[in-house]
């Protein structure tokens, strides 16, 4: 069992100053797991995904991919934002294999990957359309695209669908629990949608109000797809909710 | 759709022509009715003439036109490429690597508001007045516009595109190139189309002081030997190359920013 943890995280602890804004966080994650990380609005989510992706120093504590403390130099960490981040001066095709050129994949091996994420998304007849030309769904599959292109060893997703209304998010995030289960890539979920973690993870992270504390980790083993009407679905979205209620 | 487009381009092209049809009348009229004296203002026809003459013709003041349009070009193209590739490099280094904004800014922003103009003494003093003195001068007046363009442009990089890029593990190096200098390319080229509009015209203030050739030479020289006609040529001819090389910019930019355009 213990041979399959990809991502070990140790006490992991931040503080700006004298702000506590995480303490103490350790878990870990099985390779190919989907896991979503909910807490209160304003609990240090955002902070605690800038540490796993290494943009930020942690104060404390440290992070493991594979047993090696995670860099992205060394390790292929994906990232989507929560704002817009296509680069519009390239292509659908440019956006997609950015990390693969970033990372000096050669052309031939960064071409033939481009063409396959282009397919799996059905996005072959954008190939050469920059992201302007494109809707905002379309434009963030891309984006979901260029995340899952270089079968990161971690994907980081930082309430990717907050800005969406609900028809393109259900949307949106059958594409990424397909594209998951097509890549096998180890996903940290993160989002203040109770609902759309209970959908989507096998194992949700409920944090506290900051600072920041593991509250639960709480396997779900319901089968994908999903039924947001099913009465375990209702029963575990209740109980989740229950345990991040701070009002 | 397509022939729309077209004749709504032809309406404007014809728009831009009764324009000029009538701006060439009203000169026409001025100078033929006497309201102005032809010792003063040349009429047309007489500019036309002295066009047509001058294109062989080195006298008065001892060029031809072509010679006088290539002497300028050739020192306004040297003084502003070198404005653009240098000034383009320092500020998009400045605005990209704080310890070279702390280094060089400082002395930057006592340059600045010293006009190209008010080079041209010194230059005078240090460079005589060949070719070397009025590309100096040109440089320093293109060279300004081009640094505080790519400096803001690369200082406006989206954090997320620079944070996407950090993820992949890229450098700093790398993310420059990647990310900083696609996302100045529209501030750098207003920068440039202003660099040049600058150069050109401090190339006929520079050339009015200190020359033996060029456009602006030329009708320093037109006042001396009081031909007014070649004074208004030299202008149009100034005119003219000026409004031509801004429109060649313009096709540069829209080439390289193509994405921009198609929306």
Not at chain 1, 235 to 246: D, F, G, L, N, S
Not at chain 2, 41 to 69: H, M, Y
Not at chain 2, 184 to 194: D, E, H, L, P, T
């Amino acid at each position: 069992m213990s041979e399959s943890v990809k991502i070990h995280v140790e006490n992991l602890t931040k503080k700006y100053g004298d702000l506590l804004v995480l303490d103490d966080i350790s878990f870990r994650i099985q390779k190919g797991e989907f896991v979503c990380v909910v807490g209160p609005t304003g609990c240090g989510k955002t902070t605690f995904l800038n540490l796993l992706s290494c943009l930020i120093e942690p104060t404390h504590g440290r992070i493991l991919i594979d047993g090696i403390p995670a860099d992205p130099k060394k390790h292929d960490i994906a990232f989507v934002f929560q704002e817009p981040s296509s680069f519009p001066w390239l292509t659908v095709k440019g956006n997609i294999g950015f990390g693969m050129r970033m990372k000096g994949w050669p052309r031939e091996k960064r071409e033939k990957r481009e063409n396959e994420i282009l397919k799996l998304m059905g996005l072959e007849k954008f190939a050469e359309s920059y992201p302007g030309q494109l809707s905002v769904s379309t434009e963030q599959r891309m984006v979901i695209g260029r995340a899952f292109a270089m079968h990161p060893d971690l994907l980081l997703m930082d309430e990717p669908y907050g800005q969406m209304d609900v028809k393109m998010r259900f949307y949106l995030e059958d594409e990424v629990i397909r594209l998951w289960k097509e890549t096998g890539t180890t996903v940290i979920f993160i989002t203040h949608n109770i609902e759309e973690a209970i959908y989507l993870a096998q194992k949700v992270l409920i944090l506290t109000n900051k600072p920041a504390k593991i509250k639960e980790q709480l396997s779900i083993d319901l089968p994908h797809p999903r039924n947001v009407s099913d009465a375990e679905f209702i029963r575990m979205r209740k109980y989740v909710t229950e345990q991040i209620k701070w009002w | 759709m397509k022939k729309e487009k077209f004749l709504h381009r032809r309406r404007f092209l014809l728009a831009s022509l009764l324009t000029v049809i009538l701006f060439i009348a009203v000169w026409a009229f001025v100078v033929e009715t006497g309201l102005v004296s032809t010792r003063y203002l040349p009429a047309p026809a007489q500019v036309l003439k002295t066009f047509v003459q001058k294109l062989s013709d080195p006298k008065p003041e001892g060029s031809t036109l072509g010679a006088n349009i290539l002497s300028s070009l050739k020192v306004a193209s040297v003084g502003f490429l070198l404005a653009a590739v240098l000034g383009i490099s320092l500020g998009l280094f400045m605005g990209w690597y704080p310890p070279v904004e702390k280094f060089v800014k400082p002395v930057f922003e006592i340059i600045r508001p010293i006009p190209p103009v008010a080079w041209i003494p010194i230059t005078i003093m240090l460079f005589g007045i060949g070719f070397k003195a009025k590309v100096f001068i040109i440089f320093f007046g293109g060279f300004i516009p081009c640094v505080i363009n790519a400096y803001t442009g690369i200082q406006l990089t989206s954090r997320t595109l620079i944070q996407v890029a950090r993820t992949y593990g890229a450098g700093s190096w790398k993310i420059f190139w990647a990310v900083g200098v696609p996302s100045s390319v529209q501030m750098i080229f207003a920068g440039v189309r202003i660099a040049l509009g600058v150069s050109w015209t401090t190339l006929v203030a520079a050339e009015m002081l200190a020359a033996d050739s060029g456009l602006g030479y030329m009708i320093l020289m037109g006042r001396q030997f009081a031909r007014p006609d070649i004074i208004v040529l030299g202008m149009l001819i100034i005119g003219g190359i000026g409004a031509l090389l801004s429109v060649v910019l313009m096709r540069i930019e829209q080439r390289m920013e193509h994405w921009r355009m198609k929306r």
